[in-house]
């Protein structure tokens, strides 16, 4: 059975920051890209950082230079480092695995909550 459980989600002031995790199980981790992606009520979810099997990195414009994406294939986890946190950063965050051609899996989200 394949699980992504997240953590490290919570309320958080304008300009901190907060870390991201996501452990994997039931999959090979390794050769799985990963994913986090984000979404508010009413809206598409969308992605917000992605990291290859092999370390290749890419962001959404609204958070480059301040998030950084990255994974430990020994502990199975992805993590997602969020800096410089802004009110507009407030959604749910969910982990994401893909490996094509076979089905891609989601995490259950962690709320994200930029507030002072």
């Known amino acids: 059975q394949v699980q992504l459980v997240e953590s490290g989600g919570g309320l958080v002031q304008p300009g901190g920051s907060l870390r991201l995790s996501c452990a994997a199980s039931?999959?090979?981790?390794?050769?799985?890209?990963m994913a986090w992606y984000r979404q508010a009520p009413g809206k598409p979810r969308e992605l917000v950082a992605a990291?290859?099997?092999?370390?290749?990195?890419n962001f959404a414009d609204s958070v480059k230079g301040r998030f950084t994406i990255s994974r430990d294939n020994d502990k199975n986890t992805v993590y997602l480092q969020m800096n410089s946190l802004k009110p507009g950063d407030t959604d749910v965050y969910y982990c994401n695995a893909r490996l094509e051609p076979f089905p891609e899996y989601w995490g259950q989200g962690t709320q994200v909550t930029v507030s002072s």
């Open positions: 990291i290859t099997m092999g370390g290749r990195t």
């Open positions: 039931g999959i090979i981790f390794s050769a799985y890209a």
